[in-house]
Every structure is written in structure tokens, then in C-alpha cells.
């Protein structure tokens, strides 16, 4: 089955304590991407990647890191968390410009 | 350059039709239209790449006024399976391969 998987889907952390969010896609995309969600704000991408070792800023990238060293992953590394990054973090992968993005199923995060 | 979508929240009957605006103030080279239903994922709905140009999926189409810089969902003869946030989502000219969402608009459709 053709999907977008992430992990984790929820997550409490603390202040300071780095972590990272998986994501793999199965449809050998080139395009991956990544989003928040915040009431109101509708969806931010933070980071993009065109293929693998390229990746771009979004719009909001600050505080947050990305790697693509293989073309199925797409890892969201959070160094230093502050409250301000509790939201809701989509993957979304694609067959490059002009075509569908697919979402990941979201990975709820929350940082005391 | 995040597009604006309008209204932010409607609430229809059954049957009824609805328009959703979304607007830039750049230049946009395509408009995508995603819904998310509640607790779930953004799923695409069309793409729409040439100005003027129109897409149908079902009884939900749209079109791409690449000159006013906009793009309109058009819901005829809503169904409650029509409910949930759709958002617009853009590709502008001169910021590379940055896609920008727009902030929803919220469609509830009651019997």
C-alpha cells in the first residue's frame, strides 16, 4: 500500500530534550516535506526536500533541522524543543512540482 | 505570501452550494485544493496550473484567475460527506519550490 508513515504519532517531551520525528515514504517520491498545523494558521512548511542530500527552508525552519540521506526518509530533528513548537507536524511526499502532495498521518507534539 | 482564504467558516444544508475564495498578493504559477476532515490528514481534492484554467472532482470544481491572482472551490449540492477544513495550497514564482497553504476555511454541512 502506497502511504506516508511517521513516529511518532504523539509525544510529550520537555523543554531542552532533542528529538526527532521519523518519516518514509513507499512511492519512491523525490519531493518530501514538512508541515505544522496551528489553530488559525492553517499549514506551515517548515523545511523541503527536491531529492536526496537537498533540502530547503520553508517558511518557518527556525528551531528545527531535516536530513535526507535516503530517498524514503525524511527525519524532523528538534534540538533544543520550547513550548512555542507544541503543534501538530505533517510529512507530506510527492512526484515533484505540479503533482498531489500525500500526508503522513500526523504526529501530535506537545513540549513543557 | 501565505494565501488568504474566505470565508474562514461556513455552514450549509444539504443541497446547498458553496464558494471559497483563495487569494495571493504574489505571483502563482498553480493553486491546490486539499480537504481534512477532523482528526485526519489533508487529502487532495485538484490542481489547477494555467490561468483560467477549470478542474471538476465529483461535484466539486474550481478555477485559477492567474491574472487576479486567485483561485475559487465551488461545492454544488452539498452532501454531509463534504464537511471539513479545505485549504488552498500554492506554488509562487520566485520562491523556488516553497509551498504555501492557505489558513482553511472550515465547511459544515448539516442535514
Known amino acids: 500500500e502506497a502511504q506516508v508513515t511517521q513516529n511518532p504519532r504523539y509525544l510529550i517531551t520537555v523543554t531542552g530534550k532533542k528529538l526527532t520525528v521519523t518519516c518514509s515514504q513507499n512511492m519512491n517520491h523525490e519531493y518530501m516535506s514538512w508541515y505544522r498545523q496551528d489553530p488559525g494558521l492553517g499549514l506551515r512548511q517548515i523545511y523541503y526536500s527536491m531529492n536526496v542530500e537537498v533540502t530547503d527552508k520553508g517558511d518557518v525552519p527556525e528551531g528545527y533541522k531535516v536530513s535526507r540521506k535516503e530517498k524514503r526518509n525524511f527525519p524532523l530533528i528538534l534540538e533544543s524543543p520550547s513550548p512555542n513548537q507544541t503543534s501538530l507536524y505533517f510529512c507530506?511526499?510527492?512526484?515533484?512540482?505540479?503533482?498531489?502532495?500525500?500526508f503522513g498521518p500526523g504526529t501530535r507534539l506537545t513540549v513543557l | 505570501q501565505q494565501p488568504v482564504q474566505s470565508p474562514q467558516a461556513v455552514i450549509l444544508r444539504e443541497g446547498e452550494d458553496a464558494v471559497i475564495n483563495c487569494s495571493s498578493s504574489?505571483?502563482?504559477?498553480?493553486v491546490h485544493w486539499y480537504r481534512q476532515k477532523h482528526g485526519e490528514a489533508p487529502v487532495f481534492l485538484m490542481i489547477l496550473l494555467k490561468g483560467g484554467e477549470q478542474k471538476g472532482h465529483e461535484k466539486i470544481s474550481a478555477s485559477f484567475n492567474e491574472k487576479k491572482q486567485q483561485s475559487s472551490l465551488y461545492l454544488t449540492a452539498s452532501q454531509l460527506s463534504y464537511s471539513g477544513t479545505y485549504f488552498c495550497g500554492t506554488e509562487q514564482w520566485n520562491t523556488g519550490n516553497q509551498f504555501y497553504f492557505g489558513t482553511g476555511t472550515s465547511l459544515t454541512v448539516i442535514p
Open positions: 504574489k505571483a502563482l504559477y498553480s
Open positions: 507530506a511526499s510527492s512526484n515533484g512540482d505540479y503533482n498531489e502532495q500525500f
